[in-house]
């Protein structure tokens, strides 16, 4: 109950602190100078820092107990990306990718690691960070990436997307188009209101499955 009510306290002072840095999209410095305010608050590491050291290295040194804190995880993901949000508007697309690219390793591997993660609303501000890559152009090794964290997230006709088109890279020999009969029938297995959640309906799913089989 401790560990929770301290969570629920971090949780609303930090998102209380991206409105403040959100406020401030006008006014560069001003929020450049909050969001290393907020990783020093939050991380215990500065922004040149955190931009500096390797996704692996900050990971590592996330650790508590051994263990890799979810909720350090999306707080880093999230900073970043408010940071390569005022890069972006400024037409400064390297520096924006950059901070994206990091966001996403960070976020994702709450997924792809089944870290438990109390930051309140962290699932809608993945999928944030996730169509904020998806503004640039991305690599087979990026949409692999994509199509599983859209999984997870049940974003499923997000995941959809990614699987077609890493089933039609020709360079790309991981995905067959097996895989894709494997994704449907894995959805079928969910309920309904999951599917509808996710803009992949049963109808769909079945309809994809149907056009599959009488291919080949």
Partial sequence: MIKDDYSAKISQEF???????????????EAFALIDTAFKRFL????????????????????????????QCAIAAVLLF?????????????????????????????????LECELEGYKELSLEIGDAVENFETTSEDKKK???FYKSLGAFSKAEDHLYELVKDAN????????LKEFYLELLNKNDDDLIKGNLPRNEI???????ENSH
Avoid: H, P
């Avoid at 390797?54 to 996330?62: A, F, I, P, R, V």
């Avoid at 400024?90 to 709450?110: G, M, P, Q, T, V």
């Avoid at 079945?206 to 599959?212: D, I, M, V």
């Fill in 172 to 179: 790309n020999k991981d995905f067959t188009e097996n895989e």
């Fill in 15 to 29: 998102l209380s602190l991206v409105k403040q840095i959100k406020n401030l999209k006008n006014l560069k410095l």
């Fill in 82 to 114: 408010e940071e390569g949000n005022i890069f972006y508007n400024e037409e400064k697309y390297n520096e924006a990718y950059f901070r994206y690219s990091k966001a996403f390793n960070l976020i994702s591997a709450i997924f792809t690691l089944k």
């Fill in 206 to 212: 079945l309809e994809a499955l149907n056009t599959y």
């Fill in 44 to 71: 215990g590491f500065s922004s040149s820092f955190v931009n500096s050291v390797s996704e692996k290295d900050l990971l590592n040194l996330m650790k508590k107990n051994d263990e890799i804190q979810g909720i």
């Fill in 146 to 148: 994509l199509f599983y």
